[in-house]
């Protein structure tokens, strides 16, 4: 098959890629970034340089596809996410039409039909002569990543931090750091490793269902401590835990990291979601078999990057 990978080579377009090179796929990927294009040919799949924004651009790529994974990057610098992510929308349904191509597999989440301003599964459902499904993972294990600066503790914030939430006690012993969001301590959550939605989107490529799909993703589910406690022990903080802030206070923090209003918003909105436990209740009505990789391998991983950036 010849197929259409978005999203260059992140966290989950890259294994993709090696997937279905390694299953006998033609595979182009497209990337905004010119100098991927030789890291891309070097999976053994073609590069496509250009930008989502480009209609004319993307017709052109998808013309003869068989199939294609469509994915909306997250911008931190848009004023207005939801609208950006709406308008990507509307250009991927516009080219896929205008190249009639007939099976897509389109980039969700797992918490997008509860929160108005990051649901584009309005705009793709208006697509019409392709097989479309959705794909709807739950937390990245990825997005451990992110939080790399607290769990280390480091300098006068993460003193502070460590005071605040953990006591005198813990500052004194040098037991700093921790993960913090407006969902979090014993709240259960459903995580997911960017290989085990590589694994899915793979499969969906080659399915053809005659209506609309959704597809929910997920790797290992736990609580937030306990996930702490895994990424923790995995970097010698066995202590670590996840406080749970209100939805305030995690407000005040991302706009405090200098993130635009609406994306602070949808953020806390979509962790508020998770913590109300209707993300969790509609992963389990829907039954999905979870994916291989847990999150105590990814931890190794994680550990990996951890030492090698102090």
């Known amino acids: 098959m010849k197929i259409i990978v978005t999203g260059s080579l992140g966290n989950i377009s890259k294994p993709l890629t090696k997937l279905l090179v390694e299953n006998g796929h033609a595979v182009t990927v497209i990337s905004s970034d010119p100098g991927k294009a030789a890291a891309i040919e070097a ?35 848009d004023a207005d996410p939801g609208s950006y992510m709406r308008r990507m929308a509307a250009n991927y349904v516009q080219a896929l039409q205008q190249a009639a191509v007939p099976r897509v597999v389109a980039m969700s989440g797992w918490a997008a039909d509860l929160i108005q301003g990051e649901n584009v599964e309005g705009v793709f459902s208006e697509l019409t002569g392709a097989s479309l499904t959705i794909l709807r993972p739950a937390s990245f294990y990825s997005n451990f990543y992110q939080s790399m600066d607290l769990i280390r503790g480091k300098g006068l914030l993460g003193k502070f931090l460590t005071l605040r939430y953990s006591g005198i006690w813990a500052l004194l012993t040098g037991k700093t750091g921790l993960l913090m969001g407006n969902y979090g301590g014993n709240d259960r959550t459903v995580f997911v490793s960017p290989v085990d939605i590589a694994d899915a989107v793979a499969e969906e490529l080659l399915l ?34 996840w406080i749970l802030l209100s939805d305030k206070q995690m407000l005040q923090g991302l706009k405090m990291a200098k993130l635009p209003d609406k994306l602070a ?8 979601t998770m913590h109300s436990g209707k993300t969790l209740e509609n992963f389990h009505r829907n039954h999905p078999r979870m994916g291989k990789v847990k999150l105590a391998d990814f931890a190794k991983e994680f550990a990996y990057v951890y ?3 102090k």
Not at 265 to 272: F, I, R, S
């Open 43 to 77: 999976l053994g799949a073609s590069a496509a340089v250009g930008s989502i924004a480009d209609v004319p651009f993307l017709v052109q790529a998808f013309t003869g596809a068989d199939a294609v994974y469509a994915m909306i990057p997250l911008s931190y610098t």
């Open 208 to 241: 053809r269902p005659d209506r609309t799909t959704i597809r929910y993703v997920g790797s290992e589910e736990m609580t937030c401590n306990e996930a702490a406690s895994i990424i923790g022990t995995a970097i010698g903080k066995p202590w670590l835990k």
């Open 265 to 272: 918003e949808m953020l806390v909105n979509m962790q508020a």
């Open 307 to 309: 030492q090698q950036n």
